[in-house]
């Protein structure tokens, strides 16, 4: 079936390093992906999305481009700040399916001042 | 704009005990659904809605039933709660519009919910 792999976490970084979060997926079809955020003791939020093979989904910094090659959507991030501490979560979806999102178990990050 | 509403926030139940959570969404979305978050599992779909009057099973229906009576409204009801049922559930919504932004979904702020 249709699934999401992401990285393990706790992810800790130290401020302003560069950010990779790996994102791989298994899907019949071609699915659009999605990276959203959970903020601490909020839901989750869109951060980034593409719909097609290529395709760069970029916001807030970050960045994750649609590899239809290697099934991935890994999220990148030039240099993290403090702020960006949440938890990651990679998804897909298909047009037109009614249960709609594929989540991952999601990523938690840790920035360090 | 309020968004996606859900309440309670916080909810203690005892084994067999029902409630309902709720979610509200006022942005005329057809498109509603229920997840839960437990640890290591990510996010799992309990149930959803494509429209008023029509609901279906998610990945982890069992224990769990739905309704949408308006547009605006999808309660999510515990009939008799069990502890495998704590979690914390998070309602979210989408605009029926495939060909644009589709399945972007909006999410509440979630309930955590302890049976005990």
């Known amino acids: 079936g249709d699934s999401v792999t992401q990285m393990e976490g706790p992810v800790t970084l130290s401020e302003e390093a560069f950010l990779t979060i790996n994102c791989t997926y298994t899907?019949?079809?071609?699915?659009?992906l999605f990276w959203y955020v959970q903020y601490p003791g909020e839901g989750l939020q869109l951060l980034l999305k593409a719909t097609k093979a290529d395709d760069k989904g970029s916001n807030k910094g970050f960045e994750a481009t649609y590899r239809k090659e290697t099934t991935s959507f890994h999220l990148e991030k030039g240099s993290v700040q403090v702020s960006d501490s949440a938890v990651y979560f990679c998804?897909?979806?298909?047009?037109?399916?009614?249960?709609?999102?594929?989540f991952g178990k999601g990523t938690r990050l840790h920035i360090l001042p | 704009n309020a968004g996606v509403t859900q309440t309670p926030k916080f909810q203690v139940l005892k084994t067999g005990q029902s409630m309902t959570l709720q979610c509200a969404q006022d942005m005329n979305h057809e498109y509603m659904s229920w997840y839960r978050q437990d640890p290591g599992m990510g996010l799992r779909l309990i149930h959803y809605?494509?429209?008023?009057?029509?609901?279906d099973q998610g990945e982890v229906p069992n224990g769990y039933n739905v309704s949408r009576s308006t547009t605006e409204d999808f309660p999510l009801r515990l009939l008799s709660a069990a502890p495998s049922q704590t979690s914390v559930y998070f309602c979210a919504s989408s605009s029926d519009s495939y060909l644009s932004g589709a399945n972007v979904l909006t999410f509440g702020a979630g309930s955590r919910l302890t049976v005990l």
């Open positions: 899907a019949t079809g071609y699915p659009s």
């Open positions: 809605s494509v429209g008023a009057g029509i609901t």
């Open positions: 998804a897909l979806g298909f047009l037109n399916r009614d249960d709609k999102i594929i």
